[in-house]
């Protein structure tokens, strides 16, 4: 439960915004979140319900994500026939994988935060070692298929972002660090990446950019 009356209000005011009052208050934190993050870094306009939908996989099965996308050129591709789109007419591919895990309570957990470092590594294994949903497995297909066939057509090698956000305060405890320090190591190992990020978001994080995100859209 989010103890933030600020963030709450906030919160209430997205779901409102885009038709999300009757899903609990867990389910508005992901598509929050999901909003935030998507919206300000790697959109060129402000996301539609229909595209946060589209990014928002926290439901069985979800290998820990509940946000996931990959952006191609500033864009936000919805399914293989919009990377195609791309792939066939472009030779210089600028890719990111945004990977998204929302917890609405105060507590960062070490051993979620580890879950979810899990799931964005197994997710660029060839073959997944966990059930995936549907909704993982058209995003799976879609990276597949890049570093099969596009990697003459990279601009460089791809970037990966991971957020894990909750409704406290981040500390930066040492057990989460080096959680965080491993799986970055990790991901380095497979040599296919750029830019390779772990952000941490917490309450006072969101309230900024959501307020800073309404004031540009007024």
Do not use: H
């Amino acid at each position: 439960m989010i103890t933030d009356t600020i963030l709450v209000g906030y919160l209430r005011d997205f779901s409102d915004d885009f038709g999300y009052m009757k899903l609990d208050e867990p389910k508005q934190f992901e598509k929050f979140v999901n909003n935030i993050i998507f919206s300000r870094q790697y959109m060129r306009s402000n996301p539609t319900p229909e595209l946060i939908d589209i990014v928002s996989t926290g439901n069985g099965q979800d290998t820990g994500f509940d946000g996931i996308g990959i952006i191609v050129n500033g864009v936000l591709i919805k399914n293989m026939d919009e990377y195609k789109f791309f792939s066939e007419k472009d030779f210089n591919l600028d890719i990111s994988f945004i990977f998204i895990q929302s917890k609405a309570r105060s507590r960062f957990s070490a051993s979620e935060v580890e879950n979810f470092y899990f799931g964005v590594d197994n997710f660029f294994n060839e073959k997944s070692s966990i059930p995936e949903n549907e909704n993982i497995k058209k995003i799976r297909e879609i990276k597949n298929f890049i570093y099969k066939n596009d990697t003459l057509k990279f601009n460089k090698n791809p970037n990966v972002y991971m957020y894990y956000v909750a409704a406290g305060e981040w500390k930066e405890p040492k057990d989460i660090v080096a959680r965080k320090d491993k799986c970055i190591q990790k991901l380095k190992e497979k040599n296919i990446f750029s830019d390779i990020r772990a952000i941490f978001y917490d309450t006072e994080k969101l309230k900024v950019l959501y307020k800073k995100k309404k004031k540009k859209n007024i």
